[in-house]
């Protein structure tokens, strides 16, 4: 309960107030950051979750500061907020993306909003569909898609937020919606769902740029299959999203291969590119080297919009990710240094 009403006593003060005092800020703040050309972003999605639960955050001097106020100090100028249909807890639904959105805004942040069409976590592995659309068949699916993906987009731009991404479905490389949208057993369906979210982005946001995302950003057998197979089956996208999650022993043969897959996606689908997640074990001895690595060689693509880390804020064993990029006492690990160029 403790958790639903904070969700629920965000969301009103989002709709009620100009600002709220834990997360405004004056005009005069914003323009002393770089909130514009290429995207130094953060997946922050459990950020509400945490602070519920009493976890705090430190700047390197051990200053204890609000999270995004740290992040956009840290050189980061974009956030990405993942969205459920009926998550159990209430977390990830349209409130408590609706908070998260606008605290970012009010920073000056620039907002990617990922759709996973599911009441929890969509991934190449689980791709189950919410439990109100399980019966669904195709029709009925992409109708839910539409519907779902215009009143999320909805509510944000009603509070005047301007979400510049969009990512239709999560980590897709199998499809999303099972069974209806599985790829193997049908390009087509999955075409078609892809669609009925660009759609419905555009139909909001005309101006927003609409992302297919997959993981093994490294892999380009792995993307290009699936892009021949939506394109060939007239899917629409603007921009082509990859995950990355190198290791010690591998990050640099990782991060090289992922540079060159954008370049060749870029080039064979006549698209843009970006790197929505990139992580690495806080205490790596070459996080911080990897994801220089990678930001500065992305830099140098010109179709690549972007590179966005995946949940940063994640210390002190939370949810046992250990792959954020601050230190177990709550402090900036280093690991985005390369963030403040």
């Known amino acids: ?17 100009p600002g709220c005092d834990s997360t405004s800020t004056t005009p005069e703040q914003a323009p002393v950051y770089d909130m514009s050309g290429f995207a130094k972003g953060a ?11 009493g976890y705090s955050f430190y700047s390197s001097d051990g200053v204890q500061t609000e999270c995004l106020h740290l992040l956009r100090d840290m050189g980061l100028n974009a956030v990405r907020l993942r969205v459920w249909v009926n998550p159990s807890e209430g977390w ?5 993306v609706l908070a998260k959105a606008y605290r970012a805004s009010q920073l000056g942040f620039r907002i990617m909003v990922d759709f996973h069409y599911s009441d929890t976590w969509a991934d190449p592995g689980t791709q189950d569909p919410p439990a109100q659309w399980a019966t669904y068949d195709l029709g009925q699916m992409k109708e839910a898609v539409a519907a779902h993906t215009t009143e999320v987009l909805t ?13 239709v479905g999560n980590e897709t490389r199998t499809g999303m919606l ?24 555009k139909s909001v946001y005309p101006d927003t740029k609409v992302i297919v995302h997959v993981d093994s950003g490294n892999d380009s057998g792995i993307s290009q299959w699936l892009f021949d197979a939506l394109k060939s089956s007239g899917g629409k996208w603007d921009v082509i999203g990859l995950s990355l999650y190198p290791e010690d022993d591998s990050y640099s ?16 689908y006549s698209c843009e590119v970006m790197v929505c997640e990139v992580g690495m074990d806080y205490d790596s001895q070459n996080a911080s080297k990897c994801i220089s690595s990678l930001y500065e060689g992305a830099r140098q693509i010109d179709a690549c919009l972007g590179v966005f880390y995946w949940e940063p804020e994640c210390y002190g064993g939370w949810k046992d990710y250990r792959k954020g990029a601050f230190t177990d006492d709550g402090r900036p690990s280093g690991a985005l240094d390369c963030f403040m160029d």
């Open 253 to 268: 043969t990782m991060v090289s291969d992922c540079l060159a897959n954008m370049k060749s996606l870029a080039s064979r």
């Open 43 to 53: 997946d922050v999605s459990w950020l509400t979750e945490m602070e519920d639960e």
């Open 155 to 167: 509510s944000l731009k009603e509070k005047g937020i301007n979400v510049e991404w969009v990512q």
């Open 178 to 201: 099972w069974p209806v949208g599985k790829v193997s057993d049908n390009a087509d369906s999955f075409a078609q769902l892809v669609n009925s979210g660009y759609s419905a982005v």
């Open 1 to 17: 309960m403790k958790k639903v009403l904070t969700i629920i006593a965000m969301a009103l003060c989002v709709m009620s107030l």
């Open 92 to 96: 990830n639904a349209k409130g408590d």
